[in-house]
């Protein structure tokens, strides 16, 4: 089992540009949430996808969108990216079991925007 | 609304010596409680979690929890720490009312292991 599984590790664009990081789910899995970790922050929620929907989202401008593809893979988008849009973005895949499950991390995809 | 408060933004030990790091959260419902580690660089590993019955739980690596429900805390322990224990600990809640597994995190505490 390979875990949730993000690519790519690391990305450096330029400020207003637009990324696509994407995430690969846990095996089993059907519900993914992406979270955004400034440095020396915990994570913050951003959005959770399930049955390729948006079903929750958090205090993020509409800029942040995602997609969430039939295999339950995912992918998160941000356009005109800002200076503040740097941090480590985190996916974490679950069941949608109603909660009483545990969320399975990836390693992160790292966006630095200069 | 909810939150989560990790009063400790550093805390440094010795090796060998015992760890408790504290965590309280701002629930309106029976909360669901996680720590998290993650060392440099890294994503998050789940040390343990707490839904429900024994309020004490135990984790991997050697870690323990206690839910206290009066006190609103889920603080993590460690009897003996080693060098690799160094890393950052995060506390969540979840999940918000409607469910979905959302998690609130609180700002982790950083910690540091003398040799």
């Known amino acids: 089992d390979a875990g949730v599984t993000q690519s790519p590790t690391h990305l450096i664009k330029t400020r207003g540009q637009q990324v696509t990081l994407r995430c690969s789910p846990k095996?089993?899995?059907?519900?993914v949430s992406w979270y955004q970790q400034a440095l020396g922050q915990g994570p913050q929620f951003i959005f959770q996808y399930y049955e390729e929907e948006e079903r929750q989202r958090g205090n993020f401008p509409d800029r942040f969108s995602g997609h969430q593809f039939p295999n339950y893979s995912s992918e998160l988008n941000v356009n005109a990216l800002l200076l503040g849009d740097s941090a480590l973005y985190l996916c974490a895949s679950s069941l949608a079991s109603g909660g009483r499950t545990e969320a399975f991390f990836g390693q992160g995809t790292r966006l630095t925007v200069v | 609304a909810q939150s989560v408060t990790q009063p400790d933004i550093h805390i440094t030990v010795s090796e060998g010596a015992s760890l408790e790091l504290r965590c309280n959260y701002s629930?309106?419902?029976?909360?669901?409680l996680f720590w998290y580690v993650q060392s440099p660089g890294q994503g998050l590993q789940l040390l343990l979690k707490y839904f429900s019955g024994d309020t004490l739980v135990q984790g991997i690596k050697g870690f323990e929890a206690e839910f206290k429900r009066s006190q609103s805390s889920f603080n993590l322990r460690k009897p003996s720490v080693h060098w690799s224990d160094a890393a950052e600990y995060f506390c969540a809640v979840g999940p918000l009312p409607g469910g979905y597994n959302k998690l609130i995190f609180g700002a982790g505490t950083r910690l540091a292991v003398h040799p």
């Open positions: 095996s089993g899995h059907d519900t």
């Open positions: 629930y309106g419902a029976t909360p669901y």
